[in-house]
């Protein structure tokens, strides 16, 4: 939903890595169940919460997933994923902003705080995150994944 980089791994390639690190099978099916998680918990949000509790949780989704407080994003884009009419959409920046959760510019939503912006979503957000970091243990899966020189063996070379 926003720029960034990504890799890709060819099915043939994956399932030799796979006889190679069994525990990566149960990281991958944990992984899909922490997605259905969120998908479903989305629908519920979706169909229950008004849209500005909806908008502080896709914007904490998507500084999640970004390193920055700078979250490059259309007003119309925003308003596609809300299922929302764009002046909806920004009728709603413009309660975020009004409490200094956000600020809103051009092609940017900029995160002012974060934490009141977690609070003023309540229960809309974290949920689904919670079960993430439960499922997706980041301890396990530097175990179970395959030493670095694994991982090129496969692939090729890695960026860092």
């Known amino acids: 939903q926003v720029a960034g980089h990504g890799h890709r791994i060819g099915t043939g390639v994956l399932h030799q890595f796979l006889r190679k690190a069994p525990g990566l099978h149960g990281l991958l099916l944990r992984f899909v169940q922490a997605l259905l998680i969120q998908t479903s918990y989305t629908i519920l949000i979706n169909a229950t919460y008004n849209v500005d509790r909806r908008l502080a949780r896709w914007i904490l989704m998507c500084h999640d997933r970004v390193d920055d407080n700078e979250i490059p994003v259309t007003h119309e884009f925003m308003a596609m994923m809300l299922g929302v009419r764009r002046p909806t959409l920004t009728e709603t920046l413009h309660i975020l902003e009004g409490h200094q959760l956000i600020r809103s510019e051009r092609g940017v939503v900029i995160i002012r705080n974060r934490a009141d912006l977690e609070r ?41």
């Not at 309540?122 to 994944?145: M, N, T």
């Open 120 to 160: 003023f979503a309540g229960d809309a957000y974290g949920i689904p995150e919670a079960e993430y970091e439960q499922v997706i243990d980041a301890r396990l899966a530097k175990r179970v994944l395959a030493p670095r020189p694994v991982l090129e063996a496969f692939t090729g070379s890695m960026p860092e």
